[in-house]
Structure formats: structure tokens, C-alpha cells
């Protein structure tokens, strides 16, 4: 079974997750292919993750909101993003992505500081034809007063001649690292995928079953159908930390970078519930 990586610092251990998925990596889960030889330099992408990164989580994650260079203050998640495509070599994906992570930030209570780290980084295969390293994103928040809180999340991250291609937290069965393909109920994003086919297609009380009975607002869900109708162009993006429940967070983000819902996703239990962020 999948796993995707996990690691909380002190004061707990180390903690690694499962993915609901039986079986080994088929449909929703891939290989990637060989690592190219020599194996490229990771620093350069490393870094560049490690600035879009800390960018967004001090733009969004904390009180004061300073610190930044490349994301203006009280910028809204779609300009913050941008700002970073302006400045940063960023694809399609990644700035996704990065909506994604701004968005997270900014549903929590903010801290009065974050460091994010990139560290680690290490060349396991190649994706779609680009180098593919997995690494470790170390976040550390401070509380003023408070506690000092670490989390550790590992990710893979393609690149191309310095943009940055693809990022997604990394799954893993046994040794074996595995990419989540977004296909079939194996995976979140392939779940979510299902569930916005079975909004396209007006399948309410299909996706009343679905999520369990929380979803059974049909104008709601006219709403969300009007929205991705609108949005031929939107990316699946699965956050590497579970939700106090344990069920997995996803976030659909359209082409222009604007985060439209979020769903909570139980794979083992074949469940996905929408929640409106727009």
C-alpha cells in the first residue's frame, strides 16, 4: 500500500501515512522512469522552491505579513500567484500548486513566524521527461507566545532548464517511490476527479452518496458545476498534511490561479466531501 511521507518534528516522531490503496502502484499510483545519468545538480531547483515556498507561508501564514520580496502585502491569493509567475520559473502545475498552499495558509490562524526549509534533495527517476527529485519541506512555526511547532513533509519536484515543472508530496510503497497519477478511486486527486465528473454530469444523488450525505445541496452544486464549466483548464492539488479527521485535503485550482473548492477525501472509505472556497 502507498504511503505518502510524513514526518512531524518534536515534540512527536516520526509518522508516515497511508494512502487507501490496494494493491500495488497501478492506475493511480506510477513508477517513475530512470533517473538520467549523471544525475543532474538539484541545488538551483532546491532553492527556488525553498524561496516560492517561505514567500507564500509568510504572505499568508503570518500576523504581520512581512518579509516578503516578491509577493506584495494584503495581496489576494490569485495576485500573490502572479506575482511569483512574474518573477519565478514557474509551470502551470506548480503555480497551482503554489494557490494551494497560499489558500491553506490563509484558512489558518496566523503565527507570528514561519522558516521554511528545502533540504535533502535528491535525483530518484525522471517524470514526463524532466529530472524528478524527491526532498524534504521543512516548516517550523513560531507562536508569539507560544510554542515552537516543526513539520517535515516529503515532496517530489521535477525541472527544466531552471522552471520548475512539478511538485506533489511523495508516495512510496516499500522502497519503491510512486507518483500519484490523479486516476481512479486509489488516489485523492483521482477521487475528486470522479466527484467533478459526477457534478458535470448532474448526478446528484450520486454525489449525496458519495460524500456520505454532506453534499446534498443541489444548488450548491449547480453553483460548483457553473464554476468548472467555466474553468476548462483546472488542476488537482493534494496537500501533504491530513485534516484532524485524517482525511486527505485537495484544492481545484483554475488556469488563472484561483482556488474554487476544497475537498476532504477518505480513499479507504470511498468517500469525498466539497467545500465551497469561492
Known amino acids: 500500500m502507498p504511503r505518502l511521507g510524513l514526518r512531524v518534528g518534536a515534540p512527536l516522531g516520526a509518522v508516515l501515512l497511508a494512502v487507501g490503496l490496494a494493491g500495488c502502484a497501478t492506475e493511480s499510483y506510477r513508477e517513475p522512469d530512470p533517473a538520467p545519468e549523471p544525475a543532474p545538480s538539484v541545488s538551483g531547483a532546491s532553492a527556488e522552491l525553498t524561496e516560492l515556498l517561505s514567500e507564500i507561508a509568510t504572505a499568508f501564514g503570518t500576523q504581520e505579513q512581512q518579509g516578503n520580496e516578491l509577493i ?26 503554489a ?54 513533509y516529503e515532496y517530489l519536484v521535477s525541472w527544466r532548464s531552471g522552471t520548475l515543472e512539478y511538485l506533489a508530496p511523495l508516495a512510496r510503497q516499500d522502497q519503491t517511490v510512486l507518483v500519484d497519477a490523479g486516476i481512479g478511486l486509489g488516489s485523492s486527486t483521482g477521487s475528486v476527479d470522479r466527484f467533478l465528473d459526477l457534478v458535470r454530469q448532474s448526478r446528484w444523488a450520486a454525489l449525496a ?23 476548462p483548464e483546472l488542476h488537482l492539488v493534494e496537500m501533504p498534511a491530513p485534516t484532524d479527521g485524517g482525511a486527505r485535503r485537495v484544492y481545484a485550482v483554475t488556469g488563472i490561479d484561483q482556488v474554487v473548492a476544497q475537498f476532504s477525501v477518505d480513499v479507504a472509505e470511498r468517500t469525498v466531501v466539497f467545500q465551497r472556497t469561492v
Open 99 to 152: 494557490a494551494a498552499w497560499a489558500q491553506d495558509w490563509a484558512d489558518r490562524d496566523p503565527v507570528a513566524e514561519v522558516d521554511v526549509q528545502v533540504q535533502g534533495a535528491r535525483v530518484v527517476g525522471s517524470w514526463r521527461g524532466n529530472p524528478l527529485a524527491q526532498a524534504t519541506v521543512a516548516v517550523t512555526t513560531t507562536e508569539d507566545p507560544g510554542p515552537t511547532a516543526e513539520h517535515e
Open 209 to 231: 452518496h458519495f460524500s456520505a450525505g454532506a453534499n446534498s445541496d443541489r444548488t450548491e452544486l449547480e453553483v460548483l458545476q457553473s464554476v468548472i464549466e467555466a474553468s
Open 72 to 97: 506584495a502585502p494584503d495581496s489576494s491569493v490569485q495576485v500573490a500567484v502572479a506575482d511569483l509567475r512574474a518573477q519565478l520559473q514557474l509551470s502551470d502545475q506548480v503555480a497551482a500548486v
